[in-house]
């Protein structure tokens, strides 16, 4: 949400897209919801029809891309690119990092005292922040 929500009106006018079989996908689809904002998701083949569900049902474009992340993120780039639209990186861009480290502080506000935080690592995108 974070680095969509930084984008101009113009930048969420022209619209978004990410390449995730995942939380990512997920987390994109629902921020570009929330910002009347056109989202374009490419997933592998091989996503689980949940998540492909997930998605739809968030209102983003789902497009079903190649067997691998690395065929479905070059799609998205590719795209990108082509139609003027802002990729929305998974993992490695200073607002997404960024947006991840805010759910330090949700935990915080939840309880000051920690002892011990576990982080889910598939694709390993929440684990920068």
């Given at each position: 949400?974070?680095?969509?929500?930084?984008?101009?009106?113009?930048?969420?006018?022209?619209?978004?897209?990410?390449?995730?079989?995942?939380?990512?996908?997920?987390?994109?689809?629902?921020?570009?919801?929330?910002?009347?904002?056109?989202?374009?998701?490419?997933?592998?083949?091989?996503?689980?029809?949940?998540?492909?569900?997930?998605?739809?049902?968030?209102?983003?474009?789902?497009?079903?891309?190649?067997?691998?992340?690395?065929?479905?993120?070059?799609?998205?780039?590719?795209?990108?690119?082509?139609?003027?639209?802002?990729?929305?990186?998974?993992?490695?861009?200073?607002?997404v990092i960024a947006g991840q480290g805010t759910i330090g502080m949700e935990?915080?506000?939840?309880?000051?005292?920690?002892?011990?935080?576990?982080?889910?690592?598939?694709?390993?995108?929440?684990?920068?922040?």
């Amino acid at each position: 949400y974070n680095m969509i929500a930084s984008l101009s009106q113009e930048e969420l006018d022209k619209g978004i897209i990410t390449a995730s079989a995942g939380n990512h996908a997920q987390g994109v689809a629902m921020s570009a919801k929330h910002l009347k904002c056109k989202a374009i998701i490419a997933m592998p083949t091989v996503t689980p029809d949940i998540k492909v569900s997930s998605v739809r049902r968030l209102g983003a474009d789902v497009r079903l891309v190649g067997d691998t992340f690395d065929e479905a993120s070059k799609y998205a780039k590719d795209m990108a690119s082509d139609k003027g639209l802002t990729y929305i990186p998974p993992f490695d861009h200073p607002l997404v990092i960024a947006g991840q480290g805010t759910i330090g502080m949700e935990l915080l506000r939840q309880s000051s005292v920690i002892d011990t935080v576990f982080i889910p690592v598939g694709g390993g995108g929440l684990f920068p922040g």
